[in-house]
């Protein structure tokens, strides 16, 4: 079953082109990984998968109904989030309060109610608390969740960002270069939590350079080139398809598949 169509996506920036005539369908269930080099579009793409930029062209459907125009909070509500390339966590909160922030979208206490405080508030700021400590425990982060998080490595900082977006129930979620800067022990974790991720029924969408993770971790590799889909198709397709081998790929291409 489809969970993401994208049809003949077009985004240019004062007449350069980023993203051209870009058509590719995900389905739910899978880890979708997108490659390219830098500059390819992969980022622009996000963005406008994510509302942050309107595309200058083309469709783009979420569980057969249209983000295009939709600002990032509703698209937010339709299901989908977001981790970034460039780490967003809040230094001055602790782990869980980070990952609080997440729940947003579930909890119902407006400004006026938050103030008043009644006891129905109280229930519903247990509940957040809850469901922070659930996506922290998925992410193997429960025992960090009331250390500061300036006081955090890099790699676990990464997945607080993981844990922040699971714990907002999405359907699809958009991972950016989840694994730039991890060592090789911490990306092998990471590997094993996309897994995760995707067998508790959330689907994923991954921007990522490392094409050792890239080709473990995927059931379909889209490539792109300038902004244009070069090639899609299974991990042994897209490491077996010439142009792919001698665009990106290069001598990385002997990886295990599954």
Known sequence: MSLLEVRELEKSFGGVAAISDLSFTVPEGQVYAVIGPNGAGKTTLFNMLSGVYVPSDGAIEFAGASLVGLPPHRVAERG???????????????????????????????LFRAALRPPGVVREERRVRDWALQALAFCGLEKLADRPADALPYGELKRIEIARALAAKPRLLLMDEPAAGLNDTETVELRHLVRRICDSGVTVLLVEHNM??????????????????????????????????????GGEVQYAVK
Request: charged share 15%; proline share 1%.
């Open 80 to 110: 989908i989030a977001r981790t970034f390339q460039n780490l967003q966590v809040f230094f001055n909160m602790t782990v869980l309060e980070n990952v609080m922030v997440g729940c947003h979208l579930r909890s119902h206490i407006g």
């Open 212 to 249: 050792g993770l890239v080709m473990e971790v995927s059931d379909t590799v889209l490539v792109l080139d300038y902004g244009s889909k070069l090639a899609e198709g299974t991990t042994r397709e897209v490491q077996n398809d010439p142009k792919v081998v001698a665009a990106y790929l």
